[in-house]
């Protein structure tokens, strides 16, 4: 009779267990959903060169806006060469990794964005988060810059990265640098929406990094048609874009 209360005895405690590790997993589950708000702000290094409408998407690491020589997306497509970032966003919010997407100012040329943009989300896997923020150069055919699926699940509240990004070429449009092939000041300001309607050109040559800006110099290296000038060129990085964490 003592072995079997003794055997009773051990069951009992055996119960209790199972239902406290049954409870700690769910406060494990609970803890690994993080609330985390970022913001951004871009530092235009270009002399000549306004950057478009942000696109700053939070995402898990299972998207990419584009990848080196890889076609670009259509949505890609649009933003590169006329400055629209709605189609990007758009398929950014199509996607299964997505967190959340939004919709920034344009940076003038040598210019810090004053006020930095600001996204949130709630995730359950907080260390693949992941950031990417798109803009274009709107005096050139189709060059863009910014981040690409930034890792920031490792990052504290308060802490900031730095990043210094380059010039890609969507690889959507030859670069004619031609007024009618230009959104930007440097053609007459023909505005992003017309540029939009002027997307004829879809070589789909795969995404790489920008060549420059030729431009109208008076040299046996000049293009006679470009209206861009000396001013115009940029050397890499074109932007400086600082992440911090706030929440």
């Known amino acids: 009779m003592k072995l079997i ?5 051990l069951a009992a405690v055996a119960m209790l267990a199972a239902c406290s590790d049954d409870d700690n997993d769910g406060g494990d589950d609970a803890a690994r959903s993080v609330n985390a708000r ?24 299972a998207y990419r806006a584009f990848v080196d020589g890889t076609v670009a997306t259509e949505g890609l497509e649009v933003l590169a060469e006329a400055g629209d970032n709605a189609d990007l966003l758009a398929e950014a919010r199509a996607a299964e990794a997505h967190l959340a997407s ?10 810090t964005l004053a ?32 981040i690409n699926a930034a890792n920031v699940g490792g990052m504290t509240v308060g802490q900031s990265r730095t990043f210094n990004a380059p ?17 930007g000041p440097a053609a007459g300001g023909t505005g992003f929406a017309a540029e939009k309607e002027l ?5 789909q040559v ?23 000038g000396e001013i115009h060129r940029f050397d890499n990085p074109v932007s400086r874009i600082i992440v911090t964490r706030v929440q």
Do not use: C, Y
């Open 38 to 61: 970022f913001e951004v702000k871009v530092v235009n290094l270009t002399a000549a060169q306004p950057l478009s409408p942000l696109a700053v998407i939070a995402h898990d690491n």
């Open 5 to 9: 209360r003794l055997t009773g005895a």
């Open 102 to 111: 939004v919709s920034g100012p344009g940076v003038p040329p040598l210019t």
């Open 115 to 146: 006020t930095p943009v600001s996204v949130s989300f709630t995730t359950d896997d907080f260390e693949n988060a992941r950031l990417t923020v798109v803009t274009m150069l709107v005096n050139t055919n189709d060059a863009f810059t910014g």
């Open 199 to 203: 997307r004829a050109d879809n070589s």
């Open 206 to 228: 795969p995404v790489r990094f920008h060549p420059g800006v030729v431009g109208n110099t008076n040299t046996e290296d000049g293009l006679p048609t470009s209206v861009l």
């Open 167 to 183: 010039a890609w070429d969507s690889g959507t449009e030859a670069n004619t640098e031609t007024a009618a092939s230009i959104p």
